[in-house]
């Protein structure tokens, strides 16, 4: 029996004679700009009147020039832009009774009773409140003789949809607030940048970053550089911590360490709620050790600089989903926020978000810092246990040998953030008991012996190194089984991490299909997916893909930017991917695209034509740059010079053309810092699920033989809102092997939201929307997938 069409598209929604509003309120945060963008240009395509409204809650209380309605050009060109151009500030007046009777006359007078606010828990707060007193505030309106009853009678509900801008990442029931990654970028690229002064000089460095409440920052930026010791308001260190810290230090310099890192959140207290300060832990150090100690103090270059690509397809998604919210909204809707979980949008209650965020600071205050741990969520509660568990070793001494061997291994074409999962697998391995084998340029080093114990301090520094510090190779073991099976058996390896692409995965089918032929395979296996093209099936994400998103992002701006003060130019880019359309489909939406063409939706020369009729019309305005992303292999015919070439004739008179191939740059560089944390958390867990199997299998003084069940062999996987394991057996038919990439693909649900942005019409599946959830939901046992 057919299953009933359940999907659900917005063109049943309209905003026909309804009028949005967009603020920003309280501090600014990186890619507050691109929700304001997509708030503006989703509210103009379903037909509402769009109003910017300026300097926050101010500029509603002042009203006049500060309410201007806004236009599908108004908000081109500011995607890239950090801060808020429509500005923010901090409105006392908004606080009391009278400034919100102000804003609310200003609302009325211009018809808006649609309220989109993007800031932190103050501001949406204010939003309810304001929402609250609504009906009432328009009563004495009435009174005063500034409305009539019509009035009261046609604005009699206002309704209020918030995003959270804050790169503290402080609010609860979001796994990522905007603005939270780009201000991981600033701290990495400046711990980056300040490792090498520090390893040339033998320096200890103590660095302060934001997070006066709330230790996210701090604790991540610890995890993605490899951190010697970070301090984080959360985790108050107990009584004489002065003196484990400095024996950690003098230990890693006897190691061979060249330097330390100290990392600080600014609120960083002690188990009394005493104040640590950067300059406390500076002269600590200087006394107790001697070593030439230096503070920097990150301030406010947290906040600047350009949003990564992350923040603006968060961002462009949440202003969407929160013009929809607004659009299905009734009287009796409570406010709620656009939140990210695992990678879907949903829908939460305000205030229930408003107030878990309020419990936590509560729980800090009365020293219940475990269960403010535990509010904070199981993302924050995840990254804080595994960066316990790889910068703290313990004495061999103290950990019990498990006597079992696991190899470690890249395979495919390297991807950025390989060696930080390397680094989490061997440290979480060697922690475990285990005895760790690298083996060097994949299965192709594998067979021919290329294997080597791996100790702790080997992978130090790893996590910000690009490529593959292994080396990894494409090449499969289905012609080399005997002899992998000989390395296996030589060096008694009980279980395998393959970290990798499509290679990895077609390896492991293989290595599979010969357990009837060779018992040494009959041992756990683990694949964690790292490509920078995200097309292996199992994973919503891959390890690689984000800074590869990040560099075609950084490009398409510079490109772009080339052409500002020239004629009208239209720009066209190819990306890799091999047959996955990720790539140019989502950087697309990140930078702005006009169009993106991917093999997995077909396209003709009629759709080709559409377009330079497209770009033609709105280089006839005041657009004056386009950009068009091409797959590598979207179609074999319609080439990146042919697509190059077409445009060129076409738009002759109206726009010229230019071309680029991105090519290996989209694989080069340091890994983006979640890149770093998704592969060093994904790569710890990986570790625990090969030393449990290991334990389940071991009878008789082996693992081999026992260990020859399907699920035994498995591929660790980002699905949805989950981390979940999937024998590989079982993902065969949900694979195209011909084209290298997954059947079905979530991300193909965005390419809707890139077209909308760009103007054109197109249908959006909304069945995913619409369910106002709850905060205090249980949620998946691993939705710890935010990096």
Same mark, same amino acid.
């Given at each position: 029996?057919?299953?009933?069409?359940?999907?659900?598209?917005?063109?049943?929604?309209?905003?026909?004679?309804?009028?949005?509003?967009?603020?920003?309120?309280?501090?600014?945060?990186?890619?507050?700009?691109?929700?304001?963008?997509?708030?503006?240009?989703?509210?103009?395509?379903?037909?509402?009147?769009?109003?910017?409204?300026?300097?926050?809650?101010?500029?509603?209380?002042?009203?006049?020039?500060?309410?201007?309605?806004?236009?599908?050009?108004?908000?081109?060109?500011?995607?890239?832009?950090?801060?808020?151009?429509?500005?923010?500030?901090?409105?006392?007046?908004?606080?009391?009774?009278?400034?919100?009777?102000?804003?609310?006359?200003?609302?009325?007078?211009?018809?808006?009773?649609?309220?989109?606010?993007?800031?932190?828990?103050?501001?949406?707060?204010?939003?309810?409140?304001?929402?609250?007193?609504?009906?009432?505030?328009?009563?004495?309106?009435?009174?005063?003789?500034?409305?009539?009853?019509?009035?009261?009678?046609?604005?009699?509900?206002?309704?209020?949809?918030?995003?959270?801008?804050?790169?503290?990442?402080?609010?609860?029931?979001?796994?990522?607030?905007?603005?939270?990654?780009?201000?991981?970028?600033?701290?990495?690229?400046?711990?980056?940048?300040?490792?090498?002064?520090?390893?040339?000089?033998?320096?200890?460095?103590?660095?302060?970053?934001?997070?006066?409440?709330?230790?996210?920052?701090?604790?991540?930026?610890?995890?993605?550089?490899?951190?010697?010791?970070?301090?984080?308001?959360?985790?108050?260190?107990?009584?004489?911590?002065?003196?484990?810290?400095?024996?950690?230090?003098?230990?890693?310099?006897?190691?061979?360490?060249?330097?330390?890192?100290?990392?600080?959140?600014?609120?960083?207290?002690?188990?009394?709620?005493?104040?640590?300060?950067?300059?406390?832990?500076?002269?600590?150090?200087?006394?107790?050790?001697?070593?030439?100690?230096?503070?920097?103090?990150?301030?406010?270059?947290?906040?600047?600089?350009?949003?990564?690509?992350?923040?603006?397809?968060?961002?462009?998604?949440?202003?969407?989903?929160?013009?929809?919210?607004?659009?299905?909204?009734?009287?009796?809707?409570?406010?709620?926020?656009?939140?990210?979980?695992?990678?879907?949008?949903?829908?939460?209650?305000?205030?229930?978000?408003?107030?878990?965020?309020?419990?936590?600071?509560?729980?800090?205050?009365?020293?219940?810092?475990?269960?403010?741990?535990?509010?904070?969520?199981?993302?924050?509660?995840?990254? %804080?246990?595994?960066?316990? %568990?790889?910068?703290?070793?313990?004495?061999?001494?103290?950990?019990?040998?498990?006597?079992?061997?696991?190899?470690?291994?890249?395979?495919?074409?390297?991807?950025?953030?390989?060696?930080?999962?390397?680094?989490?697998?061997?440290?979480?391995?060697?922690?475990?008991?285990?005895?760790?084998?690298?083996?060097?340029?994949?299965?192709?080093?594998?067979?021919?012996?290329?294997?080597?114990?791996?100790?702790?301090?080997?992978?130090?520094?790893?996590?910000?190194?690009?490529?593959?510090?292994?080396?990894?190779?494409?090449?499969?073991?289905?012609?080399?089984?005997?002899?992998?099976?000989?390395?296996?058996?030589?060096?008694?390896?009980?279980? %395998?991490?393959?970290?990798?692409?499509?290679?990895?995965?077609?390896?492991?089918?293989?290595?599979?299909?010969?357990?009837?032929?060779?018992?040494?395979?009959?041992?756990?296996?683990?694949?964690?997916?790292?490509?920078?093209?995200?097309?292996?099936?199992?994973?919503?994400?891959?390890?690689?893909?984000?800074?590869?998103?990040?560099?075609?992002?950084?490009?398409?701006?510079?490109?772009?930017?080339?052409?500002?003060?020239?004629?009208?130019?239209?720009?066209?880019?190819?990306?890799?991917?091999?047959?996955?359309?990720?790539?140019?489909?989502?950087?697309?939406?990140?930078?702005?695209?006009?169009?993106?063409?991917?093999?997995?939706?077909?396209?003709?020369?009629?759709?080709?034509?559409?377009?330079?009729?497209?770009?033609?019309?709105?280089?006839?305005?005041?657009?004056?740059?386009?950009?068009?992303?091409?797959?590598?292999?979207?179609?074999?015919?319609?080439?990146?010079?042919?697509?190059?070439?077409?445009?060129?004739?076409?738009?002759?008179?109206?726009?010229?053309?230019?071309?680029?191939?991105?090519?290996?740059?989209?694989?080069?560089?340091?890994?983006?810092?979640?890149?770093?944390?998704?592969?060093?958390?994904?790569?710890?867990?990986?570790?625990?699920?090969?030393?449990?199997?290991?334990?389940?299998?071991?009878?008789?003084?082996?693992?081999?033989?026992?260990?020859?069940?399907?699920?035994?062999?498995?591929?660790?996987?980002?699905?949805?809102?989950?981390?979940?394991?999937?024998?590989?057996?079982?993902?065969?038919?949900?694979?195209?092997?011909?084209?290298?990439?997954?059947?079905?693909?979530?991300?193909?649900?965005?390419?809707?939201?890139?077209?909308?942005?760009?103007?054109?019409?197109?249908?959006?599946?909304?069945?995913?929307?619409?369910?106002?959830?709850?905060?205090?939901?249980?949620?998946?046992?691993?939705?710890?997938?935010?990096?």
């Amino acid at each position: 029996m057919a299953q009933p069409d359940t999907k659900r598209f917005f063109e049943n929604l309209t905003g026909a004679g309804k009028s949005i509003a967009v603020l920003t309120s309280g501090g600014d945060a990186q890619g507050m700009n691109a929700a304001v963008r997509a708030v503006v240009r989703m509210g103009i395509y379903v037909g509402a009147k769009v109003y910017f409204i300026h300097e926050g809650y101010q500029g509603m209380v002042d009203g006049g020039d500060n309410i201007e309605e806004a236009s599908w050009e108004s908000v081109s060109s500011m995607l890239q832009v950090g801060g808020t151009v429509i500005g923010s500030a901090r409105c006392k007046e908004f606080r009391t009774h009278e400034g919100r009777l102000k804003a609310a006359h200003h609302l009325v007078q211009r018809g808006i009773t649609n309220l989109c606010v993007i800031g932190g828990d103050g501001s949406l707060t204010g939003a309810n409140l304001f929402r609250e007193e609504w009906s009432g505030l328009l009563g004495e309106l009435v009174q005063q003789g500034l409305i009539d009853e019509d009035a009261v009678q046609k604005y009699s509900a206002l309704h209020i949809v918030g995003m959270v801008g804050s790169i503290d990442n402080d609010f609860c029931g979001t796994d990522m607030t905007i603005g939270t990654d780009s201000a991981l970028h600033r701290i990495i690229e400046v711990v980056d940048a300040i490792m090498t002064t520090a390893q040339s000089h033998q320096r200890t460095f103590v660095l302060e970053v934001m997070g006066r409440h709330c230790g996210y920052l701090a604790l991540v930026s610890a995890l993605a550089c490899g951190a010697d010791w970070v301090l984080i308001p959360e985790m108050p260190p107990a009584d004489g911590w002065e003196d484990k810290m400095c024996q950690k230090l003098s230990a890693n310099r006897a190691g061979m360490k060249r330097l330390n890192i100290i990392i600080v959140a600014e609120g960083a207290i002690d188990c009394n709620n005493k104040p640590i300060t950067t300059d406390h832990v500076k002269n600590l150090v200087v006394r107790c050790l001697g070593f030439d100690t230096r503070v920097t103090i990150l301030g406010h270059v947290q906040r600047g600089g350009t949003p990564s690509a992350f923040d603006r397809i968060l961002a462009s998604r949440m202003g969407v989903e929160a013009v929809l919210a607004l659009l299905e909204t009734t009287a009796n809707t409570p406010a709620c926020v656009v939140s990210l979980c695992g990678n879907q949008s949903v829908r939460l209650p305000l205030m229930e978000c408003v107030q878990m965020t309020q419990e936590v600071q509560k729980a800090m205050d009365e020293k219940k810092f475990e269960e403010a741990v535990k509010l904070r969520g199981r993302s924050f509660e995840n990254n %804080l246990r595994t960066y316990k %568990l790889l910068a703290h070793r313990e004495l061999e001494s103290e950990i019990s040998q498990s006597n079992f061997n696991v190899a470690v291994l890249n395979v495919g074409a390297p991807a950025a953030g390989m060696n930080a999962a390397v680094r989490s697998a061997v440290r979480v391995g060697i922690s475990e008991g285990h005895k760790m084998f690298a083996v060097n340029d994949g299965f192709e080093g594998f067979y021919k012996g290329q294997i080597k114990e791996i100790k702790w301090a080997d992978v130090g520094g790893w996590t910000g190194q690009g490529g593959s510090l292994l080396g990894t190779k494409r090449t499969l073991p289905a012609k080399h089984l005997e002899k992998l099976a000989e390395q296996m058996r030589i060096n008694n390896i009980n279980a %395998l991490l393959v970290i990798g692409g499509f290679e990895a995965y077609l390896g492991l089918l293989e290595l599979l299909s010969a357990r009837g032929k060779y018992d040494e395979f009959c041992v756990p296996m683990v694949m964690v997916p790292a490509t920078v093209s995200n097309n292996v099936t199992g994973s919503d994400l891959s390890i690689g893909a984000d800074t590869a998103l990040n560099a075609i992002t950084d490009t398409c701006d510079r490109i772009k930017q080339s052409a500002s003060g020239t004629k009208r130019r239209v720009f066209i880019i190819e990306t890799m991917g091999g047959y996955c359309g990720y790539l140019a489909s989502v950087g697309g939406l990140a930078a702005g695209a006009d169009a993106a063409y991917i093999y997995e939706e077909p396209f003709d020369i009629k759709d080709l034509q559409s377009n330079v009729e497209h770009l033609t019309e709105k280089m006839k305005t005041s657009i004056q740059r386009g950009l068009i992303l091409r797959n590598e292999n979207s179609n074999e015919n319609y080439t990146t010079d042919f697509i190059y070439q077409l445009y060129s004739e076409e738009g002759r008179g109206v726009f010229d053309c230019r071309k680029n191939v991105l090519g290996h740059m989209q694989q080069g560089g340091a890994p983006s810092p979640f890149d770093r944390n998704f592969g060093t958390k994904i790569s710890a867990k990986a570790m625990q699920w090969l030393s449990k199997k290991l334990k389940e299998t071991f009878r008789q003084g082996r693992v081999s033989l026992f260990a020859n069940t399907e699920d035994s062999c498995c591929l660790l996987g980002m699905r949805r809102r989950a981390l979940v394991f999937q024998p590989v057996v079982q993902l065969r038919d949900e694979t195209d092997f011909v084209h290298r990439i997954p059947k079905e693909q979530w991300w193909l649900k965005l390419r809707p939201l890139m077209k909308i942005l760009a103007k054109y019409k197109t249908s959006y599946d909304v069945s995913d929307s619409g369910q106002l959830e709850h905060v205090v939901r249980i949620r998946p046992k691993d939705s710890d997938v935010s990096a």
